[in-house]
């Protein structure tokens, strides 16, 4: 058993807002993405012949973990294993894995040790639905036996993933449309995964008994999450399609481009939540290229950044025409994706502005603070920045006029009846 900490286990997620999301196993080797046994109707005998294709023969778990560091990630969670069944760890409860087959190695233990060198929290994906296991398709109605083992299966794997590697910081389920919470047990397994990790945090796709239960972080797949007050995670593939590696990645066109991931990234953590980048490696374990040098052109701007990301909550202050925002203490911080060019108004707040300086350099920003908005001028004609970030700095923590609140889509319009007296 890992031993209990004295810290919430969430807070160490709510303050990471960017991890890395790892879809890797035999399937790379078609290189048709990561559901090709299921989307094509491929025999699964013929299939299950992959893992002996699957060598691994170029995985470096510290260069995946070096990759995450440069990009400012705080952790990173790899797929133990997909809907196809295979393995990536020494179970006992199938060959169907990466020490009996292709690369005779532990891949988990490799790539939780390194995680653990460099202080990323350690996430591991689990998929509830097994592809390889006949009475998953069955049903427990056609095949209660065969079921009933099918569920033990997965509680032994389970336990094996919580018990066999030291501290496991997260568990990623997928594949919550079947088995049930009443198959899956879900909350006697959610306590036996605690018996062995006090602190484990858990997302939302392990099914709730419909008395719910005491897990379950929201986690919005391709898309940005909204205003919510529970933890959230964005998953998000790096290329437009396919979590798993697919051929069609060579092509440049497939991957969203950095202003594209950028603005993912403010996107998620002006609202709260974290972005989790999925890359897709190859068989042999390499991480394409474009991927490590995308994050870590990201991970340069994290850093320059920093101090209007960490530490900060949402703020909902009028500001759709400049982009996104967040506050801590009498700063909020400007995340400007559509500059202006030389002047831009804010609607006006109810403190005193004491100082507007660039984040990236320090820079002050010339302003006027009006009764009714905050005028900054002399601005440079292009953006510094492909997101620039101002703080404005006040002399108690915003508040903003009822008038001047955020009113993007909001109907019927705030009272503004002293403002069109202006």
Partial sequence: MTEKTNEDPMQWFREARLGMFVHWGIYSVLGHGEQPLYRELLNPSEYAKLADQFRAERFDPHDWTATAKAANMRYMVLTAKHHDGFCLWNTNTTRYNAVERGPKRDLIAEYVRACRKVGLRVGLYYSLPDWSIPAFWSGPENDRKGYRDFIR???????????????????????????????????????????????????????????????????????????????????????????????????????????????MFVQCLSSGGNLLWNVGPYANGELPTRYKEQTRRLGDWVRRNRKA???????????????????????????????????????????????????????????????????????????????????LTFDAPPTVHEWAACRLHNYPMPPMAEWARL
């Fill in 309 to 391: 990301i960490y530490g900060t909550r949402p703020a909902r202050f009028e500001f759709a025409y400049g982009g996104f925002q967040t506050v801590k203490g009498n700063r909020l911080y400007l995340f400007f994706l559509f500059w202006p060019g030389k002047e831009y108004s804010l609607p006006g707040f109810n403190e005193k502005l004491r100082s507007a300086r660039f984040v990236d350099g320090g820079g002050t920003v010339d302003t006027v603070q009006e009764p009714h908005r905050i005028v900054m001028k002399n601005l440079p004609s292009d953006a510094p920045d492909p997101c620039t970030v101002v703080e």
């Fill in 153 to 263: 299966m997965g509680w032994r794997q389970m336990e094996e993933l919580v018990s066999n590697y030291g501290r496991i910081d997260l568990l990623w389920f997928d594949g919550s449309h079947w088995p049930t919470a009443q198959q899956w047990r879900s909350t006697q397994l959610v306590k036996m995964i605690r018996s062995h990790q006090p602190d484990i945090i858990i997302n939302d796709r392990l099914p709730k008994p419909k008395a719910g239960g005491d897990w379950g972080y929201a986690t919005p797949e391709q898309r940005i999450g909204g205003w919510i007050d529970e933890p959230w995670e964005s998953c998000i593939t790096s290329t437009r399609k396919f979590w798993g590696y697919h051929v069609c990645h060579e092509d440049p066109a497939m991957w969203y481009t950095d202003r594209e991931l950028l603005t």
